[in-house]
């Protein structure tokens, strides 16, 4: 969209880049830049933050102008000229500028990111977003508001205490596709959400509710009193009906109760969607010819299941340990899931935190526990099964690690590993690690996808100044600090680095922080990557050109 002479002799264009809205100034040569003046609707406080972007703070969230790129073509090349924003008198924005040669064309060039809120009057928690082939923006999460924003929505009201919720806006973050509730009467939470080819949106999560909604063919087991099951459910892209709900497999397990793990969810390219999560429930729904057929007493099994577009159980095992669990709290024959990845030819594999027991395969990288008389009881494993879940295909340890947070694989079967504050890049068979790098020192990298170019996208959490910077958005950490006695306060982290780890190409805190203190290492949220950045979300206000 171009306005033309808004000013004399400067116009003004809006397009997009990537997944970011620009808006340049096309400034004549001998035209005046300082007629340029933006009235910013709905801007409760307007400042410049020490990187030189503009904040713009609103009822309704944060509107982030990046400091702005000025330049003029010369000799067929850029030549940059110095910029930044200013704040009138007026409250107006205008814009400083270095010295240029006034007889040629000069663009003005500022970037528009958006955050804003979701949120109702009660409690509210975002667990998961993606977004799909259009650039439309998913979140889901669980909410305790009846208040909470609805549009087109399946279930229009609170169901119980707390309900689940979906949530689908359009690429700019602005306008609300369809938001709705999800849930039985008792309490129900998404932790996990993923679109499939066709632009259905599935979601995973527990509830305790019998009366869950329910949808296709999935064969819901009965919830017992004071238990949570696990749930999948399917939604057609424009929120106009379920394509498959309800409850699946049967009851969660110990981990899961305590906090320290959540079902993971995935969708391969044929729409079939695979979960993975523990469970203690010894009726737990498990199909023939899988690779676990039985529950051990007092034993917490990782699970790994698909579920076919119309919700059919296509297979459900568990992943039993090599050795008998040795039914403690932590340690031998358990494996907690924390990414789930399904590669082209429908083998699933989970990553996470494993104990003693792990049913390696020959050949791999660390067959053994790396650190079996360490006070850590576990260390980061990666098993893939075959695509009937019939067989282990592969299974290792991840040495030097307690944990794998988040899982991704490229389109040659190399497996990507975030792990603590490290990323590390295994061969398609796991027998030699091709890359590893660390990002900072006390960070922990809960989140990790793919762009289009196969750019490793990371997200997580910093309790100090070590996480490096590349072209921020936000270069200073304003929760950091705390002890081990009184708990790490964290800001939120974003990271890009190329396919082969060695460069970093951008690292910035994120606009949104959180200031929690933490004793333990928590994960981060989840995100989806299909472009080169990661998109935020837009706010409800407007940029106007004062004439």
């Known amino acids: 969209m171009e306005y033309k002479q808004l000013y004399r002799g400067i116009s003004l264009t809006f397009y997009g880049n990537g997944e970011e809205l620009e808006h340049d100034f096309q400034v004549d040569a001998g035209a005046d830049p300082a007629q340029i003046a933006l009235s910013i609707n709905g801007a409760n406080k307007k400042e410049l933050n020490p990187d030189g972007n503009l904040l713009v703070h609103a009822t309704n969230g944060v509107l982030v102008l990046r400091k702005p790129v000025a330049y003029q073509t010369i000799n067929g090349g850029r030549q940059t000229v110095s910029s930044s924003y200013r704040i009138n008198a007026d409250g107006s924005i205008g814009f400083e500028l270095g010295g240029y040669d006034h007889g040629r064309p000069l663009v003005i060039d500022p970037v528009l990111v958006f955050a804003t809120y979701l949120a109702g009057s009660t409690g509210d928690q975002i667990s998961a977003v993606t977004t799909d082939a259009s650039g439309d923006i998913v979140v889901t999460g669980n909410t305790w508001s009846a208040d909470f924003p609805m549009a087109q929505a399946l279930q229009p009201s609170l169901n119980g205490e707390e309900d689940a919720f979906i949530s689908k806006f359009d690429p700019t973050g602005k306008d609300l596709i369809f938001s709705t509730f999800l849930g039985g009467s008792d309490g129900n939470t998404a932790n996990a959400v993923c679109v499939d080819a066709s632009g259905n949106v599935i979601v995973a999560g527990t509830s305790s509710s019998n009366d869950f909604p329910h949808a296709g063919v999935v064969i819901s087991p009965v919830v017992g009193i004071g238990d949570s099951d696990f749930f999948i459910a399917s939604v057609k892209a424009d ?3 379920l394509n498959y709900a309800g409850l699946i497999g049967g009851m969660l397990g110990f981990y899961l109760n305590s906090g320290t793990g959540y079902p993971v969810l995935t969708v391969d390219t044929s729409g079939n969607a695979y979960l993975a999560g ?15 057929t039985a529950m051990a007493a007092n034993a917490d099994e990782l699970f790994v299941m698909k579920v076919d577009p119309t919700g059919k159980l296509a297979y459900s095992t568990l992943v039993p340990g090599n050795v008998p669990d040795d039914g403690t709290e932590y340690g031998t024959g358990t494996f907690i899931p924390y990414g789930i990845v399904v590669d082209q030819a429908g083998n699933a594999a989970v990553a996470g935190a494993a104990g003693l027991g792990l049913p390696t395969t020959p050949g791999v990288l660390a067959p053994q526990m790396p650190n079996p008389n360490s006070t850590d009881w576990s260390a980061g494993f990666l098993l893939q099964l075959n695509s009937t879940a019939s067989a282990v295909q592969l299974a290792t340890y991840l040495p030097s690690t307690y944990v794998a947070n988040a899982l991704a694989v490229d389109s040659k079967g190399t497996w990507l590993i975030a792990t603590g504050h490290t990323v590390m890049k295994l061969d398609p068979k796991a027998t ?18 793919l762009d289009a170019q196969e750019d490793v996208i990371l997200g997580g959490s ?16 304003q929760n950091l600090g705390g002890s081990p006695e009184t708990g790490y306060q964290e800001d939120m982290i974003l990271a890009e680095l190329s396919p082969d780890l060695s460069t970093l190409k951008f690292g910035s805190y ?3 922080r959180r200031g929690h203190r933490h004793h ?11 472009g080169h ?3 935020q979300l837009g706010p409800y206000c407007s940029i106007i050109p004062l004439a």
């Open 510 to 512: 994120r606009l949104r």
């Open 239 to 241: 929120g106009s009906a």
């Open 462 to 477: 910093a309790w100090d100044e070590s996480f490096p910077m590349q072209n921020p958005l936000i270069s200073i950490g």
């Open 520 to 530: 333990l290492h928590p994960t981060s949220p989840t995100f989806h990557a299909p």
């Open 533 to 535: 950045r990661i998109r």
């Open 432 to 449: 030699e690690v091709m890359a590893s790098t660390s990002i900072g020192s006390m960070v922990n990298l809960g989140a990790i996808a």
């Open 278 to 292: 523990q469970t203690d429930d010894q009726n737990f729904q498990i199909t023939p010819g899988t690779l676990g």
